[in-house]
């Protein structure tokens, strides 16, 4: 992160030589609707002293089927909201804008921007080499995700850039988001949905599923049950928002822009473009905990 020095919670720190931020700013974390949760709280538990802002894009949910140009708009309204409310670093806690809009976000903003898909093909690399040698067959990682992560080849050259060993298999998923944003977790119909989904990966010989879209974990023990059922033994469900924390807290080390661990524990506020009420009531679910109160907002044009 250049330019960027001290380390003194509080502190002033030059950001790239352009704009100061402070260490005690929140981070700007965003997502189309409630998935982004999950990081959250994954964020939460490992940077328990840490403020955030959250922002929902609930009036445009769903990303995942809509084009890459399309999302390129829209994450840049999302990180224009939170940079507007001084957040000190961008979480892009969606897999779909990790996937198609990562570059562009980085070029054209002046801070440091996470995103989901390399911490995830990190974490699916390491559990799929421990499946491996647990059962001493190298297979497939198999990855599901929206329609725009999976053309966008995204997973496929992150594994590629960490290990040639594993072909990663990846198979869109449409409906899974509308399922947990209506929080239909359980039952016939996710079961159905999340089988047709699964077999062919699993026929494709995966020994690792990547949940690569940040509502799946909801649907995680689903998915768990499903792919065993289908491949006759456990394939273990690689989900990537610890691993994206890890990656946070390791950013905010690299940039000292870490809030002070002894301060009070962080804040956590709730932003959606659309449907507050509604966002609350499920938020708990993602969130592990009662959720803070949420506040609607628009977006700028554009
Ligand atoms: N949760 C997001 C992702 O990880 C977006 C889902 C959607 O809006 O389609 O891709």
Redesign the pocket.
Known sequence: MDGLVASVSGSTLPHRGQHAVSSSAPLGVF???L??LTVVRALREALAFENIVYLGDTAR?????RSAETVIRYARGCARVLIERSVKALVV???????VALDVLRAEFDLPIVG?VEPGAFAAVAAAEAAGLACGVMSNVGVL??P??IASLSYPRAVARLTTRFEVIGRAA?LL?PLVEEGWLDGDVPTLAVRRYLEPLIQANVGVIVL?????PLLKSTIARVAAELAGRDVPIVDSAVATAQEVVRMMADGRIARNPADAVGELRLLVTDLPESFHASARRFLGQQAPAVTAIDLPPG
């Open positions: 997502d189309s609707g998935g982004g949910v769903p990303y995942g089927t806690a969606c897999n779909t804008v990790s996937a989901v995700g929206t725009g992560t449409p988001v690569g879209c940040t509502h799946y």
